[in-house]
């Protein structure tokens, strides 16, 4: 009877590993295609519009992989990582249908592939202090185009498709949409950066045939398929005509004003020197858009938090209503440019409105919320005050738009004709265009030029400032730059849905570095709301009285005491008890706040290290037990 217990035991751990193996052996070969993401944010699922540029592809591409030797021998980490990044691209090149081929090369040192890596523009790793080796990536196409992954950082691996996508983008569509650039901001050739762009510029410049335009701008060439004014200042009547043209034939036009460009500020020796706002008060007048370049968005509800320093070298954290950080049902979900970005990252911005009446279709993209309050821009234009705005705040109840769609037939905003110094060719077109509206209106009766154009308005230029939505952190012995906010994805965005592409657009939102614990940044908001507005108090009351005192002249001749009388001393002895008492409360406020995140980062870790192990080990004791029970059973 034991014997042949043993003998079917051993039979069944036999029979368990073969069916392992074979499970094992199938899966790898037949159920490899297959995938469950059980992600929150389908992290490893394709989307759509990677799938849809793989579908268009009509020319082969290879990815080739560049893992040094030395990067798995070196670093564990690294190693696990590339085998990820390995497995990622095969399923990348199945789902294109074989028309994108993935190889793994070696660069052994001194070896061609080395040399062909060097080529190719690949960067070397530092592993320590005699090592190198690469870790990129490098496509080709058909006509031996190139484009490069220097180094695949782990730091960007949530990023991971973005970046392949967008180098296959490149390699499968070379002929790019023309972007036609008029800056008032240095984007290009920052001179505070040595003269090196903003690296928002420099993505772009990756997917669009950017072309800088300055000067007066008499025409657009036929051949731009977006126009992006960015911070328009002082633009001559000429210029705007050349704009308004464009837009009157069906141009697709971005504009971004400011009511206060903070990196305009930034680059002027003297606070002052210059105005920061812009506007296209003559364009925006005849198109029925409210924008007021003298006021500027504060909202306590989406406002992000600065360190205020204060005397005695100690610094607050402080909410400053007029930097805005934009997530959720601040972003229009049913709009392609903003429906999968997660957080953007707005400075002093502006509102927008459409007067009912200008015909036009309107659709906002970024608000702010209810509890917003419009403040003149001039307190903040020279010493920006967080603690001001906040003593200031009031509510008004009504949500602004910082950003919007607008689209329809836009009327002209020179129904006398072209100003002089106008391209004589742009009076036989707008001759030309007249005629053709005129036909519309009659038909119609409706208003607005000669075809339907799309133009996006944003009441901000600081969102694209590196400081707005970068990071920079070390990685690898390499300064790697981390985006903290959607706002580079916004602007493609844009310029994607002006420009007609549709394969980048639903792909970019995942690509955010900075997830807060949005419990934890709630409690800290709630114990600062709970002390600020008495502290504020107490600065107030102490300013005053120290007003007071420099207000007080010393007599000649006599002593300090006779600066103070009693009851003074009296006021101020009370005032110093009163802040001692405030800073109590303050430092007990502190502690409860961080007894309720200890407690929560108490119970979150439990619940991702302690609750499964425990409930898988008491769904095997209970097995266990039932196994047993049935046993005894059965022996009976």
């Known amino acids: 009877m034991w014997k042949r217990r043993r003998t079917l035991t051993v039979l069944g751990i036999v029979l368990g590993l073969v069916l392992l193996v074979s499970l094992n052996t199938f899966a790898a070969l037949e159920l490899g295609r297959y995938r469950l993401d059980l992600t929150e944010e389908k992290a490893y699922t394709l989307s759509e519009g990677t799938l849809a540029l793989l579908e268009r592809i009509d020319e082969p591409i290879v990815l080739r992989l560049y893992v040094s030797r030395?990067?798995?021998?070196?670093?564990?980490?690294?190693?696990?990582?590339?085998?990820?990044?390995?497995?990622?691209?095969?399923?990348?090149?199945?789902?294109?249908?074989?028309?994108?081929?993935?190889?793994?090369?070696?660069?052994?040192p001194y070896s061609e592939e080395e040399d062909r890596a060097v080529g190719f523009g690949l960067q070397a790793v530092q592993?320590?202090?005699?090592?190198?080796?690469?870790?990129?990536?490098?496509?080709?196409?058909?006509?031996?185009?190139?484009a490069v992954i220097p180094v695949l950082s782990p730091e960007r691996e949530r990023f991971l498709e973005y970046d392949v996508t967008r180098l296959v983008y490149r390699l499968a569509d070379p002929q790019r949409p023309v972007v036609a650039v008029l800056s008032g901001l240095p984007i290009n050739a920052d001179p505070t950066r040595q003269f090196r762009p903003w690296r928002i510029y420099e993505l772009l410049k990756d997917q669009f045939d950017l072309r800088w335009l300055a000067g007066e701008i008499r025409t657009i060439d036929d051949d731009?398929?977006?126009?992006?004014?960015?911070?328009?200042?002082?633009?001559?009547?000429?210029?705007?005509?050349?704009?308004?043209?464009?837009?009157?034939?069906?141009?697709?036009?971005?504009?971004?004003?400011?009511?206060h460009a903070e990196a305009q500020a930034m680059r002027q020796r003297q606070p002052g020197m210059a105005e920061t706002a812009s506007t296209l008060e003559r364009l925006f007048e005849a198109w029925g858009?409210?924008?007021?370049?003298?006021?500027?968005?504060?909202?306590?509800?989406?406002?992000?938090?600065?360190?205020?320093?204060?005397?005695?070298?100690?610094?607050?954290?402080?909410?400053?209503?007029?930097?805005?950080?934009?997530?959720?049902?601040?972003?229009?979900?049913?709009?392609?440019?903003?429906?999968?970005?997660?957080?953007?990252?707005?400075?002093?911005?502006?509102?927008?409105?459409?007067?009912?009446?200008?015909?036009?279709?309107?659709?906002?993209?970024?608000?702010?919320?209810?509890?917003?309050?419009?403040?003149?821009?001039?307190?903040?234009?020279l010493f920006p005050d967080p603690f001001?705005?906040?003593?200031?705040?009031?509510?008004?109840?009504?949500?602004?738009?910082?950003?919007?769609?607008?689209?329809?037939?836009?009327?002209?905003?020179?129904?006398?004709?072209?100003?002089?110094?106008?391209?004589?060719?742009?009076?036989?077109?707008?001759?030309?265009?007249?005629?053709?509206?005129?036909?519309?209106?009659?038909?119609?009766?409706?208003?607005?030029?000669?075809?339907?154009?799309?133009?996006?308005?944003?009441?901000?230029?600081?969102?694209?400032?590196?400081?707005?939505?970068?990071v920079t952190q070390q990685v690898l012995g390499r300064q790697v730059e981390l985006p903290i906010a959607d706002n580079a994805d916004f602007l493609a965005n844009a310029l994607d849905y002006l420009a007609g592409s549709d394969v980048l657009v639903k792909l970019r939102g995942r690509r955010v570095a900075f997830r807060p614990f949005e419990r934890l940044v709630a409690l800290r908001r709630e114990a600062e709301q709970r002390y600020r507005a008495k502290e504020q108090e107490l600065v107030q009351r102490l300013e005053e009285l120290q007003g007071k005192l420099r207000s007080l002249e010393l007599p000649a001749g006599e002593g300090e005491g006779a600066l103070l009388d009693p009851k003074l001393r009296e006021e101020i002895a009370k005032i110093r008890d009163e802040i001692l008492e405030t800073r109590r409360e303050l430092r007990e406020v502190r502690r409860r706040l961080r007894e309720d995140i200890e407690r929560l980062q108490a119970t979150v870790r439990f619940a991702n290290i302690g609750a499964v192990p425990l409930l898988v080990a008491l769904i095997a004791v209970g097995v266990g037990l039932v196994r047993r029970s049935r046993m005894r059973r059965r022996a009976a």
């Open 70 to 108: 030395a990067v798995r021998e070196k670093s564990p980490f690294l190693a696990a990582y590339a085998d990820r990044v390995l497995d990622f691209l095969e399923g990348y090149a199945e789902a294109s249908g074989g028309r994108i081929r993935v190889e793994y090369v070696d660069p052994e």
């Open 289 to 381: 858009l409210r924008y007021d370049k003298d006021r500027i968005v504060a909202d306590p509800a989406v406002a992000r938090q600065v360190q205020v320093p204060l005397s005695g070298g100690r610094a607050q954290v402080v909410d400053y209503l007029a930097w805005l950080a934009l997530t959720g049902e601040r972003l229009n979900r049913t709009h392609p440019v903003t429906a999968e970005l997660e957080r953007l990252h707005f400075s002093t911005a502006g509102a927008l409105a459409l007067a009912e009446d200008s015909g036009l279709a309107w659709t906002p993209l970024v608000t702010s919320s209810p509890r917003a309050q419009m403040v003149a821009a001039d307190d903040l234009r």
């Open 224 to 259: 731009v398929r977006v126009l992006l004014l960015i911070h328009p200042q002082g633009l001559s009547d000429v210029t705007l005509h050349a704009v308004d043209r464009f837009v009157q034939r069906g141009g697709r036009l971005m504009v971004l004003v400011d009511p």
């Open 388 to 470: 001001g705005l906040l003593r200031k705040y009031r509510p008004e109840g009504e949500e602004r738009v910082l950003a919007a769609v607008i689209r329809g037939r836009f009327p002209t905003a020179f129904p006398d004709g072209p100003p002089e110094g106008a391209a004589e060719e742009a009076e036989d077109g707008d001759a030309g265009a007249r005629a053709e509206t005129a036909a519309a209106d009659e038909a119609d009766g409706t208003t607005g030029g000669a075809a339907e154009a799309t133009v996006i308005v944003v009441a901000d230029t600081d969102l694209l400032e590196d400081r707005s939505w970068l």
């Open 127 to 146: 592993l320590d202090a005699e090592t190198t080796g690469y870790f990129g990536l490098a496509g080709t196409n058909s006509t031996d185009d190139v």
